[in-house]
Each structure stands twice: as structure tokens, then as C-alpha cells.
């Protein structure tokens, strides 16, 4: 009686709330196949009538999209490699090392989550002009090299990393450096991964530094591309939709791949917080 | 930036030809934000060797000490002929009598319009004042209906307004007021908004037309006033039917022709640069007017000298000869390097009039407090003789 | 002693790196702040004048400043409660034991959020054009006139808000839903037993249950909203008529396209300032109420 239209009713409610989320995502996909102009049309169509590459061909070979392809790549691999190394140290440091002002460093580290980066951007600007970081891939690369949030969430998980474990191979004569790479780092695989998808999404999502930063063209990532191409190519929509497309498939299919890791790492970093 | 920037490129082969050892690495940008990329550019001293500048940012720069004098660059090239040079463009270079630019192009706004629709609105002749422009307006719109418009004046770009008022002085006092309250501004403002109120242009944005050249010839609007470029791109986008059915006119004024402002982008060669002499050289290449007029062709823009002109492609091309016209009463805009923060606030104050949020006293008493508010800093600065306060105003 | 110095040793590469490349442009935006430091300054530093608090003075008196202050709480007042509830609608959906093919439509509802969010924002500003977009055309078939939804200063914040919406709801919903899953399920046993029926089981059982989580989410999605810049910036450049022009873009406009870093840096300050204080204010909420 009350089942089957209950049933019905979450079933129905869940493909529509799917629809509306991927909809937009499937139609960028289909005009990014359209000839030039077939979508400023009205109706709108909704599939190519003669699919064409076109637009990605344009992109590569006009618009130098390969080489903000491989931007985006670089600055961002950067920034995760980086991130891992120093994050985790940090964070295992202020899970399992004692050190003086430990807790009130990672109190301070805490309340500092609060201030916008934005805050820092001006300012941060002016001290990489100073070291001469301006418009290189470092400059882009260095602000994300250790992140309040990864700290923590580097620590929450090392918690659980039982002391008797280390402590045996500190009686064992091992040095902590040994420890850490022999013992703590595999232990800390799990989370480890998380951090470098975070690290990896966040660095390929970020807009607003690389903007400020990279002025040269040759150096842009692939948000700031597209925002600059969006912004004069008002009128080749088609275009512009498989610019989307290049900016989002390696990002989603990298998720697709490893979602069950990206949740448990979301979970470990807010609900405990 | 822009259009010009990916036309270019056609032209570099040949100097680089005649320069063996010279590599030109054209970089493009958006003009949207080319502005922003180029102060972002100079504060982190990653600037480009040479670069066209919008005039009416030269001030901005020249002040910033970013620019390198060329009067000596200029002296030792004769081929670089001064006075063949239209005085207007020429001027917006120059800062305290040096030199820091070279026109490249020249630009100013005027009417692209429909011949064959203000003709179905009984207009037969374009009009040349204010006045007629209204009569011409309202006809069309008369015949036009509720769906389509006389003319397109989009809310998001200052230079539509901009050259509407051109013909007063906006700043007073060297620069350090606005005068905006004058009586001849706020003409120009009700005139602006007489020409939303009554439904003649639509109040939109330029991203909301998705493609201006289409909906020209769609006729969604008969006027429209812009910029030189627009020739190549009408001949370009039009239906042939359409090819002898549009035109150029000169600016209308308040009694009569009116002015507009010398826009347009001359080369600059920044301080910083480690290679100054190709940079010259460059210049000079595209400053000779046989390499002006291939440009034309290629663009559609106007040679900012007089020689160039006389070629056939120019002198025989009905569409540019409202422009050649307009040159002559083309009129620099103020040269303070905060003019640009200035226009950008004419445009937002010009949008809540077209919107009917504001009245025209009200716009230009706004006007007037914000232009004193930026230039504040300029007040204290010509005061205390201070740094490099530079530029006069018109 | 040795265990003390291997603790900073491994901590020092992160904190160095905060330290100079966080912290010390936070405090040296402060300096700033307090200073007029503009394109004059940048030529020449002799141009700078100290003005104490001027910057903030003239902010406050500033009616752009309350616009776009005005536009970013619109956007957070609006758009917190709305994507909560999406979240928390989506949680209880995928959560409820009538569903089907769960782990699809966990990954569909996550997907947007790990779009970059300028790519999707130019997806959007074509879905909803006027003319062409496919919103206006749906609309059509319902016999609605085409709302102009980026061009209409009514319209256009309440567009980037849905915009908003769409693209964070996913990322809360694992929150809510992690939360619901930790809820046991004798709590909804006893309440069933006294009668109570789904509606009143969410609001006696779930809900408060909930209740730090929902703070948890609350807190993170408005200090997120307070940041609103990147929708405006490639979907309506904050017009039209200003009216989505945030607090962070008037900041980036005044930093970055006329370089008043002075009075840029007080705008920064005075959003920070703001959005500790909200998020004091429901924390201090949150105990009244129990939650904590």
C-alpha cells in the first residue's frame, strides 16, 4: 500500500535530482560536438546534427589549449608531490611527536582556517615579485606547497597509529626518519592517497591566485584560459563547451576513479572537525 | 589584444625576413582584461619589450616610469615622418613634451547603420544633429514594433556615452575635479537617457546580443555605433544581400557634427626591456605606410597617418570615408592616469540612468563626487610637486 | 630531547611554508591596510601616506561597499539554507532504504563538485541565455515569457545562487549523509513503537541527532559563500546594474584592476572581520540551543 508508492517517490525524486545534476555536464558534451553557430539557435538543440571535432580542433591548434593542458598538469602534480611530502610530516609530527607548543601551534593553525586566502593574495603578490616568483610555474605552485587542511587531516588519521608500534622501533635503535618512511607512511597509505586527490583537485580547480600570477599566456593553467577565452569568445559557444570539457574530464575521471577514496578523506577531515 | 593581435601575426614573417636574428613571440590577451594583466604584469616586472597601448592608458604607464622615451628613436628614423602623423593621435603620446608612443591605428566611434531600414522609416537623409537623430530614432522605432530597436548602445561598455559627451570638457582645474555638473554633461546625459526611456535602444549588455554582426543584419537593430574593425567584419558576416544595404555616418553633436574620441593603440617600448633597438625596429617596420595599409586590409583599421590614406584600398572605400571625416573632430580624452577608473564609473552611473535608477542631476552630481574622490591622490600630488605627477589634461 | 627536535624537524617545512607564504602576507595586508597605497606608490614609494583608518572610514561610507555587501548577503542568506536543505534532501534520499542503485547516484550528485568552477560557469551562462539557453526554452513550453536571468538585476543574483547550489550540493550531502549513517537505528525503533510517523520521526529523531553536523555544515558552506568571486567573475563580470558584485570581487577589483592595495586590503579585513563574527554568533547560537 504505503511501499510501493513510497518507493516510486525516492526512486523518482533520486533520477530527477540526477538528471538536474549531470544534465548540465551531458549537454556541454553534446554542443562541444555542434558545427559553429548551430547552437545559438532557438530552440536550442540538443544533440549535434552532424558531429563534428571541429572545436577541439581549434582549440589545439589555434587556441594552444595542449599547452595549458600541460600546464594545469604540471603546476598541479607539483603541488601535490609537494603537499604530501610536507603535509604529512607535519601532520604525523603533530599527531605522535612531542614537541613544545605542539598544541597551541595546531590551536593557532585552526583558528587561522578562518581568514580568507584572499586576505593573503595582495600582499603575497608583491613578496613573490620580490623573490622574483612572479609569472613562473613556481610562483604558481609554491603558496599551495602545505595547507592548514591537510595538516589536519594528516593528523586525525595518524592518531590512530598505535604508539606501541612506534615505540618498539625507537627501543630498536631505529632513527625517527627511519621510522617514518618504514612504518608511518604505510601505515598512512590510505589517507595518503586521499590527500593527493584534495591536493591534486584543489591545485587544477584553483582560479583566482593562477590568474593574478601568471600573466604570461604560455604559462596559464586551464581555468584562467577558459575564463579569458570565455570572456572575448562571447559568441563561439561550441567552443567554449569543449574548452569545458577539456578542463573537467581529467578532473572527473581521476574522481570516477578514485571516489571511494576522495569521500572517506572528506569525512575524516569534517565530521571529526 | 584582441582581433588586431591574431591579424598581426601575418605581417611579422616579413620583418623578420628583413631582420635575420629578430624573433618576434607575439603573445596575445584578451582585451577585456588587458588592463588588468598589464599594471599585474608591470608589478611583478614581467612586462613584454613592446607593446600597443590604448592611448588613453599611455598617461598610467608613462607616470608608473614603465616607458621608454622615443623622441630619439624617433629623431634618427626619417622614414618615421611626424607631420605626417594626424595631430590628434600624435598628441595622446605625448607627456611632458617627450614622446612615449607611436600611433599604430587610430580609432573612433560612429554610426554603422541600415540604409534600407531608416528608408522604411521615411529617413532618407543620416542624420547630423542630435535633433534629426531623435526624429530619425523615433521613426524607426515607430515602424520597428516593440521587439526591435533603433539603435544598440550596450550598458557594459563606456565608450558609447563616452563619445557622446567627448565634445566638453569632463575635467577641470588640470585634472583635478570632475565637470560633470557642467550644463554641456548633463545635455549629453539626457540625451542618453532620453534615448532609453523612450525604448530606442535596448538595455542590455553586449553579452547578451550573442553575436552583434548577425543581429545587425537581422536587423534587430539599425544603428549602431562602433568602432573601424567593424568594416572586415560586416563585409565579412553579412549576407551579400545585404552588402550595399548598410553604412557608415558621421557623429552626430548637439547642433550639428560632433566629436568623438581619438581612441586607438600606439606602440610603447617598456623601460625594462633588454631589447630596445629591435624593438624600435619593429615599430618602424609597422609604422611604414605600405606595411599601415596591408594592415588595413588585413583589420580593417585606420592608418594614423595621412600618406597611407592616399592608397586606393583606402581612398575608394565608401565605408571608411565617414571615418577620415570623423578623424578630423576626434579629441583625446583627459590624459590622467586615473582616467580609466573615471570612464569605468561613467559607464556605471550612464547604466543606473539608462535604467532609469537615477536623474540626470542626481548622475552628475554622483559623477562628479566619485571623479573628486579618485582624484584625491592627484590633488595632493600636484600640491606637493610630488613624484612623477605627470600629464596634462584637455 | 632528540624526540622534541625530530617533532620540529618534520613539522618545519609545513610551517615555514605557511608562515611565510600565509601568516606573514596576512599581517603585511593588515600594514597595508592602514596605508593608501595605489599605482603612485607603485612607481615610486615615496608616494605612500600612512592614513590610519581612513580606508575603512571611507569603505564604510562607501554605497558600493554596502551593495556589495548588500549582494554577498544576499547570497548567503538565500543560498546557505538552500543548499543545506538540497543536502540534506539528497542525504535522505540516498540514505532511505527504498532507494536503488545507490552508488550511481552518489557519484551523480558529487560530480559537479569536482568541476572547476569557471569551466561550468561558462556551461551555464549559455543554459541560461535568453535567447538561446535551454532554461528559457523549458520555460516556453510551460507558456512562460524568456526571462532575461543574467541581465536582469532581479534575476541574476537568484541564477548564481541556484548556480551555486547545484555545484556544492553533492559535497555537503557525504557529510549528511555519514551522519545520518551514525544515527542507531533503536532511536527510530522507539519512535515508531510510540507512533510516530516519517515527519515527525525526521523532526524528533534526525534532526537533532544531526545537530552538530548541521552546525559543522553551516559554519563551512556560509564561510564559503562569503567568498563569492569566481561565478560573478566569469558569468556576469558583477553586473548587471552591480547588483553581483561581491564583497571579494570589489576587493579584487580594487586590488588588482586599479591597485589601491590599501584600501583593497581593508576590504579584505573588513569581509574577514564579518565572517568571524557570523560564525562566532552561531556558535554561540548553537550552545543556547543544546547542540554542542
Not at chain 1, 618512511?181 to 589517507?191: E, K, M, N, S, T
Not at chain 2, 540625451?191 to 523612450?198: C, L, R
Not at chain 3, 546594474?241 to 592595495?261: A, I, Q
Request: hydrophobic share 50%.
Amino acid at each position: 500500500m504505503k511501499r510501493p508508492l513510497a518507493t516510486a517517490i525516492v526512486n523518482g525524486l533520486l533520477v530527477a535530482l540526477a538528471l538536474l545534476s549531470i544534465a548540465p555536464l551531458l549537454w556541454m558534451l553534446s554542443v562541444s560536438f555542434m558545427q559553429a553557430g548551430e547552437a545559438t539557435h532557438f530552440p536550442p538543440p540538443l544533440l549535434p546534427s552532424a558531429p563534428t571535432l571541429h572545436n577541439y580542433h581549434e582549440l589545439f591548434a589555434r587556441a594552444g589549449m595542449g599547452r595549458y593542458l600541460f600546464n594545469s598538469f604540471l603546476v598541479s602534480t607539483c603541488v601535490t608531490l609537494l603537499a604530501l611530502l610536507f603535509n604529512t610530516m607535519a601532520g604525523y609530527a603533530f599527531a605522535k611527536l612531542r614537541f613544545a607548543g605542539r598544541e597551541k601551534t595546531f590551536r593557532l593553525l585552526l583558528a587561522a582556517l578562518v581568514i580568507p586566502a584572499q586576505v593573503a593574495m595582495m600582499p603575497l603578490f608583491l613578496l613573490l615579485k620580490q623573490m622574483g616568483l612572479v609569472n613562473t610555474y613556481m610562483g604558481a605552485i609554491v603558496p599551495g606547497m602545505a595547507t592548514i587542511f591537510g595538516i589536519f587531516l594528516v593528523r586525525q588519521y595518524a592518531r590512530s597509529i598505535p604508539d606501541e608500534l612506534l615505540e618498539a622501533a625507537r627501543i630498536d635503535g631505529a632513527g625517527e626518519m627511519r621510522i617514518f618512511f618504514q612504518i608511518v607512511l604505510p601505515a598512512l597509505r590510505p589517507i595518503l592517497v586521499t590527500l593527493a586527490i584534495f591536493s591534486f583537485l584543489a591545485a587544477w580547480n584553483d582560479f583566482m591566485w593562477p590568474l593574478i600570477v601568471l600573466s604570461d599566456q604560455d604559462l596559464q593553467t586551464l581555468p584562467v584560459a577558459l575564463a579569458s577565452l570565455s570572456r572575448e569568445h562571447v559568441q563561439d559557444n561550441e567552443l567554449m563547451m569543449a574548452g569545458s570539457v577539456v578542463t573537467i574530464v581529467p578532473v572527473l575521471a581521476l574522481f570516477l576513479v578514485l571516489q571511494r577514496h576522495y569521500i572517506q578523506g572528506l569525512l575524516l577531515g569534517s565530521v571529526k572537525g | 589584444m584582441g582581433f588586431e593581435g591574431e591579424q598581426v601575426a601575418q605581417l611579422l614573417p616579413e620583418f623578420e625576413r628583413r631582420n635575420p636574428g629578430i624573433h618576434v613571440d607575439l603573445q596575445q590577451m584578451p582585451v577585456l582584461s588587458a588592463h588588468e594583466k598589464l599594471l599585474t604584469a608591470y608589478a611583478g616586472d614581467s612586462l613584454p619589450d613592446v607593446t600597443p597601448l590604448g592611448n588613453t592608458w599611455i598617461p598610467e604607464f608613462a607616470l608608473l616610469g614603465a616607458l621608454d622615451p622615443l623622441d630619439e628613436e624617433i629623431a634618427a628614423t626619417p622614414a618615421l615622418d611626424v607631420a605626417d602623423y594626424y595631430a590628434g593621435p600624435w598628441d595622446s603620446g605625448v607627456i611632458d613634451g617627450r614622446t612615449y608612443a607611436v600611433p599604430w591605428y587610430v580609432e573612433t566611434r560612429i554610426p554603422f547603420y541600415r540604409v534600407d531600414l531608416l528608408h522604411e522609416a521615411g529617413i532618407d537623409k543620416p542624420p547630423a544633429s542630435w535633433d534629426e537623430w531623435r526624429t530619425a530614432m523615433a521613426a524607426v522605432k515607430r515602424k520597428v514594433g516593440p521587439k526591435r530597436y533603433a539603435i544598440l548602445l550596450p550598458l557594459n561598455e563606456f565608450e558609447p556615452l563616452l563619445n557622446l559627451a567627448i565634445h566638453d570638457p569632463l575635467l577641470r582645474d588640470d585634472g583635478r575635479y570632475g565637470n560633470f555638473r557642467s550644463a554641456g554633461f548633463k545635455r549629453t546625459l539626457a540625451f542618453y537617457k532620453e534615448i532609453f526611456d523612450n525604448d530606442w535602444a535596448p538595455k542590455v549588455a553586449n553579452t547578451a546580443i550573442s553575436n552583434v554582426w548577425d543581429e545587425f543584419g537581422n536587423g534587430y537593430y539599425t544603428f549602431y555605433v562602433n568602432g573601424p574593425w567593424n568594416i572586415a567584419e560586416f563585409r565579412k558576416r553579412l549576407p551579400p544581400s545585404l552588402a550595399d544595404k548598410w553604412m557608415t555616418m558621421p557623429l552626430p553633436g548637439p547642433d550639428g557634427p560632433g566629436a568623438s574620441v581619438a581612441g586607438g593603440t600606439s606602440f610603447v617600448v617598456f623601460r625594462n626591456s633588454r631589447h630596445k633597438a629591435a624593438a624600435w625596429k619593429l615599430i618602424a617596420y609597422l609604422s611604414e605606410p605600405r606595411v599601415q595599409v596591408a594592415f588595413h586590409t588585413l583589420t580593417g583599421n585606420l592608418p594614423p597617418r595621412r600618406s597611407p590614406w592616399k592608397d586606393p584600398s583606402l581612398a575608394n572605400d565608401r565605408h571608411a570615408r565617414a571615418f577620415r571625416e570623423q578623424l578630423e573632430r576626434a579629441v583625446p580624452t583627459p590624459k590622467v592616469p586615473e582616467w580609466e577608473r573615471i570612464a569605468t564609473e561613467l559607464r556605471l552611473v550612464g547604466e543606473q540612468v539608462a535604467n532609469d535608477r537615477m536623474t540626470v542631476d542626481q548622475a552628475a552630481a554622483e559623477l562628479d563626487r566619485r571623479a573628486d574622490a579618485i582624484l584625491e591622490k592627484r590633488r595632493w600630488m600636484l600640491d606637493h610637486g610630488g613624484g612623477h605627477a605627470a600629464g596634462a589634461t584637455q | 630531547m632528540k624526540r622534541s627536535l625530530a617533532g620540529w624537524t618534520f613539522a618545519a617545512p609545513a610551517l615555514l611554508v605557511i608562515a611565510v607564504f600565509f601568516f606573514l602576507p596576512v599581517v603585511a595586508a593588515l600594514a597595508l591596510s592602514v596605508t593608501d597605497f595605489d599605482i603612485y606608490a607603485l612607481a615610486d614609494i615615496h608616494n605612500l601616506r600612512f592614513v590610519a583608518l581612513d580606508n575603512y572610514l571611507g569603505l564604510l561610507r562607501n554605497p558600493l561597499f554596502w551593495k556589495t555587501l548588500g549582494n554577498t548577503l544576499y547570497f548567503v542568506v538565500v543560498g546557505v539554507p538552500l543548499s543545506i536543505a538540497v543536502s540534506l534532501g539528497a542525504a535522505l534520499l540516498l540514505h532511505s532504504k527504498l532507494g536503488r542503485f545507490k552508488g550511481f547516484f552518489r557519484t551523480a550528485f558529487f560530480a559537479p563538485v569536482v568541476t572547476t568552477v569557471v569551466a561550468v560557469a561558462v556551461i551555464w551562462r549559455y543554459l541560461f541565455h535568453t535567447r538561446y539557453g535551454l532554461v528559457n526554452w523549458g520555460l516556453s513550453w510551460v507558456g512562460i515569457d524568456p526571462i532575461d536571468w543574467l541581465g536582469d538585476p532581479h534575476w541574476a543574483m537568484p541564477t548564481i545562487i541556484v548556480f551555486a547550489v547545484w555545484k556544492n550540493f553533492g559535497y555537503n550531502m557525504i557529510i549528511f549523509l555519514a551522519g545520518l549513517q551514525s544515527i542507531p537505528e533503536d532511536l527510530y525503533e522507539a519512535a515508531r513503537i510510540d507512533g510516530a510517523g516519517p515527519w515527525r520521526q525526521f523532526r524528533h529523531v534526525t534532526l537533532p541527532m544531526l545537530g552538530p553536523v548541521l552546525l559543522l555544515v553551516g559554519i563551512l558552506t556560509m564561510s564559503g559563500y562569503f567568498q563569492l568571486f569566481a561565478e560573478p567573475y566569469v558569468m556576469t563580470q558583477g553586473g548587471p546594474l552591480e547588483s553581483t558584485k561581491s564583497v571579494l570581487y570589489l576587493m579584487y577589483e580594487e586590488g588588482f584592476k586599479w591597485w589601491n592595495l590599501g584600501n583593497a586590503s581593508a576590504v579584505a579585513f573588513l569581509l574577514f572581520v564579518l565572517m568571524a563574527a557570523v560564525t562566532s554568533a552561531m556558535m554561540w547560537f548553537a550552545r543556547r540551543k543544546g547542540a554542542e
